[in-house]
């Protein structure tokens, strides 16, 4: 049973940061693609960020250059480094992982298998 743990979330003035942490358990292999999603309120659930079963990192474009993401495999866990953080990130954020060798579009949440709960990030101006 493959389980995703979220963490990190929290509140945060404009121009902050926040690292977001998912533990991922009950995999059989030791890398596979990851995401990072995130949904406001009244709004669809976008993808964020994901990275490849070789590590290669792919960004929407509204948070490339402030957001990053990595992988510790040895902890099992996926990061989400948040800087630059504007009013518009405030959403609950979820990490996705798919038991698929790759994903043909990213940044579709049907692309992902797994799901954590979420952890809330909100900014404040």
């Known amino acids: 049973q493959v389980q995703l743990v979220e963490s990190g979330g929290g509140s945060v003035q404009a121009g902050g940061s926040l690292r977001l942490s998912c533990a991922v358990s009950?995999?059989?292999?030791?890398?596979?693609?990851m995401g990072w999603f995130r949904q406001a309120p009244g709004k669809e659930r976008e993808g964020v960020a994901a990275?490849?079963?070789?590590?290669?990192?792919t960004y929407a474009d509204s948070v490339r250059g402030r957001f990053t993401i990595s992988q510790d495999n040895a902890k099992n866990t996926l990061y989400l480094q948040m800087n630059s953080l504007k009013p518009e990130d405030t959403a609950n954020y979820y990490c996705a992982a798919t038991s698929k060798l790759s994903v043909k579009f990213w940044s579709n949440q049907y692309e992902y298998n797994y799901w954590g709960q979420g952890t809330q990030a909100t900014v404040s101006s």
């Open positions: 990275i490849d079963i070789d590590g290669n990192p």
């Open positions: 009950g995999y059989t292999r030791r890398r596979y693609p």
